[in-house]
């Protein structure tokens, strides 16, 4: 066997090293990482996230540590008909050292995840860490019952799952902010913990379309001494998902700068002026629940109503031609306000952004022409707006 073939194999063997420390979105898919092909050993972890993560972080642990072991077999198989026959050189000795090392390296692993998993793993270092949670102060008797907090918050719906990176995610649920890590897995209670987000960076993905991705990192501060801090760092379009669920708002030093994209300006400056207009009282027969969720958005429940209000005059007074005056939409309330503003802002030619406010846009279902001067929050039903 030549030079070339060590050299080759043992980029391969790094490549593959990388692939399983690392795994790539497409390897995720494929299904070829090391926790969905030993799922079966870890259990579930909708039903016990706590122990489902001892035991992956423990795997991947015991994997990791085999696969400097597994390089220098395969070396010998191959290539050990190469090696000098002299036991004695520096070399034989240097290799003879390596060996032990990489046998030593498992051997160490594999007897410390022996000793963690006794007595239903509570010697394990995320064990010992959910211990300092049951203190007096608390309702935790011991790690168990802090384990069982969370996976009772974990198991329902409203918790929050963000993906940082392939081996990372930020979990937050009613009262914990937990991040997983490969080897580890950090934990804060909510309600002694302050979150401070202290950086953002932002990365061009295409230079033609001027895309940009923002990242915002923050710091997750428990206020008790003997739990660690740890950082997180999340893409800037989840940060208010994230702060949704958590009970304390998030601080944000001045130096972090969210970056938004014109639309997203325009629906606060729109939002702005029609928090100005006036409001609109709904009809006693139409109960609030009867209407329904937005039509465009789904997801919240219609708070404008499109009512004229503006005199059909232009920015100097002057009447304007009957061609361009608004007109009476008898529509039910049907839109959000972001909604009606994100319309809005389609319907304007986009190389004019600075005249947008001052332009008409038409009702999505009747195409009544209205301005943002007609654009009423329904009593009651104002919401998002700094006030
Ligand atoms: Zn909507
Ligand atoms: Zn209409
Ligand atoms: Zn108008």
Not at 130 to 148: C, G, H, I, N, Y
Not at 300 to 329: F, M, S, W, Y
Not at 379 to 387: D, F, I, K, L
């Amino acid at each position: 066997m030549s030079q070339e073939s060590v050299i080759v194999f043992t980029i391969f063997y790094a490549l593959l090293c990388f692939c399983i420390v690392y795994p790539s979105t497409e390897f995720e898919s494929a299904g070829l990482t090391v926790d969905h092909i030993f799922s079966s050993r870890l259990g579930s972890e909708s039903i016990s996230f706590v122990q489902y993560h001892i035991r992956r972080t423990s795997l991947n642990l015991m994997v990791h540590s085999l696969l400097p072991l597994m390089y220098i077999r395969v070396y010998f198989m191959q290539f050990a008909s190469e090696a000098n026959p002299d036991s004695y050189s520096t070399v034989m000795v240097t290799w003879k050292i390596l060996i032990a090392a990489v046998v030593l390296l498992p051997t160490l692993v594999a007897t410390a995840i022996y000793y963690w998993s006794r007595n239903n793993w509570q010697n394990h270092p995320v064990a010992k860490h959910l211990t300092k949670f049951a203190t007096s102060r608390t309702r935790f008797v011991d790690w168990q019952a802090v384990a069982t907090s969370i996976n009772d918050e974990y198991r329902r719906d409203d918790k929050v799952v963000i993906r940082m990176n392939p081996i990372s995610r930020i979990v937050a649920t009613e009262s914990w902010v937990i991040k997983t890590g490969p080897y580890w897995i950090n934990v804060a209670h909510q309600d002694d913990t302050t979150m401070i987000a202290y950086k953002s960076d932002t990365h061009e993905v295409s230079q033609e379309a001027f895309e940009t991705v923002q990242f915002v990192n923050i710091a997750v501060r428990p206020i008790r001494e003997e739990i660690k801090e740890f950082s997180i760092r999340i893409n800037a379009l989840d940060f208010k998902e994230l702060q949704d669920r958590l009970s304390h708002p998030i601080t944000i030093l001045s130096s972090v700068k969210f970056h938004r994209s014109v639309l997203d300006r325009f629906v606060d400056v729109f939002m702005d002026q029609v928090s100005q207009n006036p409001i609109y009282r709904l009809d006693s027969d139409v109960v609030m629940e009867n209407l329904d969720s937005c039509f465009a958005c789904m997801q919240t429940q219609p708070n404008i109503k499109i009512e004229k209000h503006c005199l059909d005059v232009d920015g100097n007074g002057e009447p304007l031609p009957q061609a361009r005056c608004c007109q009476v939409c008898n529509c039910r309330p049907m839109w959000c306000i972001e909604c009606v503003a994100k319309w809005f802002a389609s319907r304007q030619n986009q190389s004019e952004r600075d005249s947008w406010l001052q332009q008409k846009c038409t009702c999505p279902m009747c195409r009544a022409r209205f301005c943002i001067l007609d654009v009423c929050y329904i009593e009651g039903m104002r919401r998002g707006v700094n006030s």
